[in-house]
């Protein structure tokens, strides 16, 4: 069964930064491209960042370009994204999910409050 | 950046009857070199990740009921319910992967009347 959990959500000061984590299971997670999608408490889906499946390739949109850097453990079957200055807007529910055609597997989601 | 569109923004229907979601795209998502349409429709239910159920704008995902359908090509979309059921109840999104950046629309609700 495939699986995908998200964690290292939470709560964090405006400038401050997280580390969010989704470990996959249950396919084989190197042959995947993987991205990151959010969305704020009660808005639409906005589309974060993706990284191709050996990690060479990455892309981000504009609005987290230069604050944000997404990379992968394949050996680990792990996904990440590194999030710096952090601002209020970047509160949300970050997803991660695999990507086949499209995004046909979802993890529940990690909340960030990005809050002083 | 490819802008995607929905409407309505929310509908009621009756039990058993057709809901119909459209969903238009700024440019096309019609790739000329495959001729497939890099267009998918999500179903999100409260607390809930999106669930796929169509890809390549009328690809079925596995599992999913076949009163779901999707139509259309090029910059112009539709979803339909053929008959609602209570389970459906839900906010739909469209997305297109056509660009690096796929973007989703602003998402339909679908209430029962």
């Known amino acids: 069964e495939v699986q995908l959990v998200e964690s290292g959500g939470g709560l964090v000061q405006p400038g401050g930064s997280l580390r969010l984590s989704c470990a996959a299971s249950?396919?084989?997670?190197?042959?995947?491209?993987m991205h990151w999608v959010r969305q704020a408490p009660g808005k639409g889906l906005v589309w974060v960042s993706r990284i191709n499946s050996d990690g060479s390739s990455t892309s981000y949109a504009d609005s987290v370009k230069g604050r944000f850097t997404i990379s992968r453990d394949n050996a680990k079957n792990t996904l990440y994204l590194q999030m710096n200055s952090l601002r209020a807007e970047d509160t949300a529910v970050y997803y991660c999910?695999?990507?086949?055609?499209?995004?046909?597997?979802w993890g529940q989601g990690t909340l960030v409050t990005v809050s002083s | 950046d490819i802008v995607m569109t929905q409407s309505p923004d929310s509908l009621a229907v009756s039990l058993g009857e057709r809901a119909t979601i459209n969903c238009k795209s700024s440019?096309?998502?019609?790739?000329?070199?495959?001729?497939?349409?890099?267009l998918a429709w999500y179903q999100q239910k409260p607390g809930q990740p999106p669930k796929l159920l169509i890809y390549?704008?009328?690809t079925r995902e596995s599992g999913v009921p076949d009163r779901f359908s999707g139509s259309g090509s090029g910059t112009d979309f539709t979803l339909t319910i053929s008959s609602l059921q209570a389970e459906d109840v839900a906010v739909y999104y469209c997305?297109?992967?056509?660009?690096?950046?796929?973007?989703f629309g602003p998402g339909t609700k679908v209430d029962i009347k």
């Open positions: 999910a695999r990507k086949r055609a499209t995004f046909d597997y």
């Open positions: 440019q096309s998502v019609l790739y000329s070199s495959n001729n497939k349409n890099y």
């Open positions: 249950g396919f084989t997670f190197s042959s995947y491209w």
């Open positions: 390549w704008a009328s």
């Open positions: 997305q297109q992967y056509y660009s690096t950046e796929f973007t």
